[in-house]
């Protein structure tokens, strides 16, 4: 969903014109219209700018953003990439990324972006036994 509709966009051009251009009185107008707390979202200097530019130019609707469409992060990748962490979690990225055809760093955006996941590097510890409960305790005991 969009943050900023229409009339979002409409009032704040004409705030922003009947203020003699003034960006702090559209922004001030902007929260008691839309009754924004004094700590909530209202559009910010750039964005305020933007719509005035857009609207002289005649550009009411944001355009599609410049360059080609994404070819990684489509829904079929992601639906692949999760289907594949369910059948084998244990497996690499790496392993995952070649085995679905996707570059390593078109896999590791999926993981980060849309599942949160993160690289992480294994440790191997010791396991602690009861007896070392005790030289730890004796241990810092005499450090003190």
């Known amino acids: 969903m969009e943050q900023w509709t229409l009339q979002h966009r409409l009032f704040a051009y004409g705030s922003f014109v009947r203020s003699g251009e003034s960006i702090t009185a ?14 909530g979202a209202v559009p910010s200097r750039n964005t305020i700018f933007r719509w005035v530019e857009n609207f002289r130019t005649g550009n009411i609707i944001n355009k599609k953003p410049p360059g080609p469409a994404r070819t ?18 244990r497996r690499s990225a790496r392993r995952h990324a070649s085995e679905l055809g996707l570059s390593r760093e078109s896999e590791r955006s999926i993981l980060q972006t849309d599942f949160r996941f993160h690289p992480y590097k294994m440790q191997v510890v010791q396991e602690l036994n ?10 810092a005991v005499r450090m003190q």
């Open 26 to 39: 559209t922004q001030r107008l902007f929260s008691r219209e839309f009754n924004v707390d004094r700590h």
């Open 72 to 89: 990684t992060r489509t829904p079929e990748n992601i639906a692949r990439v999760s289907e594949a962490l369910i059948r084998n979690p």
């Open 130 to 139: 009861v007896r070392d409960y005790a030289q730890r305790v004796e241990f």
